[in-house]
């Protein structure tokens, strides 16, 4: 924003523009409409955390506390590295690792060198992979030990001019304290993955250098120069043609979302929050690392889920703030172990990516007085366009719009506003909204339009809103299936489920799951040689060799062939439908 700006923009507890719309009338008194939040870098936050709280913690991993100096100090000699090895302003970096403290560092360290990040799940395989690297055009990754193999085998199946220059690898184990392994702090199932010591990979026209090396680095750091309209993260989302594409999200994206996310839950420098929630996701990234940072925060991390770890954990930690998938909360309720945990630090409980049941809402309530609290949000709007108010949610609600948001129901067709309880597409505006997609013109042009001069960007979401203006999810316009919180796009587990040698044909759908919400079902056409010899069993083993494992099909259908229009388009909204109502019926 430039001083002109800054100086007609309304104060933050001015009357907004939507003081008309229903949900002003259930707005809770104590949140401002709209906030000013810094306008800096995101850099700031870590550097005023640091300077303002010596001693605190700012991460919790296995019980090893890392002070804010601390976490700022490695985040700078990790900038100086990347400035030695030649990135500049703007330069794109891969961030390819779980959740750990080095996760913070890494991307902090990022963004003072000027740099832009780019979280990769780590879940994918390396024929997912190379996309990651090419379509930013990057040239140096920084990657857990245990995934950097996956990476220098996508890097090796590129063209020598696109392949990466550097690679930074690290292990998580050198976050842990030294007895990590002693007591029942690491569950079972983790302990070869955390305490294996990786040999460092190769990269087939590049430099790999490990983590302690790049702390000792002693190279000075170059000045920062970016600032909060300069990009900062370049997060992937998937769609309806198959390959990811990057939301362009500068610093006062993610800066406003970070700052309204403290504002609305009540969140100060007192905070402990468990950062579950993957910070390669927009969730954890916005709502978990950069509130924490900003706030001066404690964050208790975990690289991965395990419901008796979180039970742990909040009881140790006494945990007051936890962002979460319901799923998550679902598990924990279920552990035999439960009543071993101690809940009582909880002040706030949320999240989204799947509606929370009634029954299990209703068991938070009766058991700890505590009310969970869904959001919605989208990877192109920095996590929440809309939250429920903590002190009044609606079940199975997405909420009302966000602090500075402007978000409407709208025809899908005409783009005309609706009326009250009418389904049509989630279309918002705000100072949450991304630029647009990296490289991607026509695509950002499709999904953004004006109206009352504000840009809105389509959701691609159906739902309604009610006379107290809560929105509800109905629908989607988009094919995207939800499975736990994680968004699979069919078009690209097709694109690569074709790679198989046996596949003519696939249709990937979602299909009802108790569990997960929903889950992936790929209805497969065989080739005529492959009839009799592959099963089942073998296609789905085969998608968890080449995808992430949240896309990979949990259900094949084998059929003689794919319902096609006219057009011979596959008709998978007919496969959906049936494989829906067959689910019903049962």
């Known amino acids: 924003m430039t001083t002109a700006e800054s100086a007609t923009h309304p104060p933050s507890d001015a009357p907004s523009a939507g003081d008309d719309r229903p949900h002003a009338r259930v707005w809770p008194a104590r949140v401002p409409r709209t906030i000013q939040p810094p306008q800096t870098s995101l850099w700031f936050n870590l550097e005023v955390s640091a300077r303002r709280y010596p001693d605190k913690a700012a991460t919790v991993f296995f019980d090893r506390v890392m002070t804010y100096p601390e976490l700022q100090r490695q985040a700078e000699r990790i900038a100086a590295w990347l400035a030695a090895r030649g990135v500049r302003r703007g330069d794109r970096v891969i961030l390819f690792l779980q959740n750990c403290p080095q996760f913070i560092v890494a991307y902090y360290g990022i963004l003072r060198a000027n740099a832009v990040v780019v979280p990769v799940n780590p879940m994918n395989k390396a024929d997912e992979l190379g996309h990651y690297i090419t379509d930013p055009q990057a040239r140096v990754a920084i990657a857990a030990a245990d995934l950097a193999p996956a990476l220098c085998a996508a890097d090796a199946a590129l063209p020598p001019e696109q392949r990466l220059r550097d690679l930074l690898v690290l292990h998580y184990r050198d976050a842990m304290p030294d007895d990590a392994f002693d007591g029942e702090a690491v569950p079972p199932a983790w302990r070869e993955w955390l305490a294996t010591r990786h040999p460092l990979p190769t990269l087939t026209h590049g430099q790999v250098a490990d983590w302690a090396q790049a702390l000792a680095c002693t190279d000075p750091l170059p000045p920062h120069e970016v600032g909060p309209d300069d990009l900062a993260v370049l997060p992937y989302t998937s769609g309806t043609t198959g390959l990811p594409k990057g939301c362009m999200h500068p610093h006062r994206t993610l800066m406003h979302n970070a700052v309204a996310a403290a504002v609305w839950t009540n969140g100060t420098a007192e905070n402990v929050g468990l950062l579950v929630v993957p ?45 979460n998938i319901p799923t998550m909360v679902i598990d924990l309720l279920a552990s035999p172990h439960f009543d071993h945990y101690d809940l009582s630090s909880l002040v706030f409980i949320g999240g989204g990516g799947a509606a929370m049941p009634a029954a299990v809402a209703q068991r938070l309530q009766d058991q700890f007085g505590l009310r969970y609290v869904e959001g919605y949000g989208l990877t192109e709007t920095a996590a929440p366009s809309h939250h ?199």
């Not at 001066?296 to 770890?309: E, F, H, K, N, Q």
């Not at 079940?395 to 709208?410: E, K, M, N, S, Y």
């Not at 799951?513 to 929903?518: A, L, T, V």
């Open 279 to 323: 910070m390669f996701h927009i969730t954890g990234m916005v709502a978990g690392m950069h509130t924490s940072v900003y706030l001066g925060a404690t964050a208790v991390i975990m690289p991965r889920w395990d419901r008796d770890l979180a039970g742990r954990l909040i009881s140790r930690w006494r945990v007051t703030h936890w962002t």
């Open 388 to 586: 429920n108010p903590p002190d009044r949610p609606k079940p199975q609600c997405l909420g009302v719009p966000f602090i500075g948001c402007d978000a409407r129901i709208v025809d899908p067709d005409t783009l005309q506003e609706l009326p009250v309880g009418q389904a049509g597409e989630i279309v918002v505006s705000g100072p949450m909204v991304f630029d647009g997609y990296w490289q991607r013109p026509e695509a950002t042009a499709a999904v953004f339009f004006e109206r009352d001069g504000k840009r809105f960007f389509r959701t691609g979401d159906l739902g309604r809103m009610d006379e107290e203006g809560y929105f509800f999810i109905t629908d989607r316009l988009k094919r995207m299936i939800n499975a736990s919180g994680y968004k699979v796009w069919p078009a690209e587990v097709e694109a690569l489920m074709f790679r198989h040698p046996a596949i003519a044909e696939a249709c990937v759908i979602g299909v009802p799951d108790p569990y997960r919400g929903e889950t992936v079902k790929a209805v497969v056409v065989l080739r005529h040689e492959a009839r009799g010899r592959v099963s089942e069993a073998d296609i789905i083993a085969w998608c968890h060799e080449h995808m992430a494992v949240y896309k990979a099909p949990r259900i094949v259908e084998f059929v003689e062939s794919l319902p096609k229009s006219g057009s011979g388009k596959v008709m998978w909204r007919l496969l959906q439908e049936a494989a829906r109502a067959s689910a019903g019926a049962a």
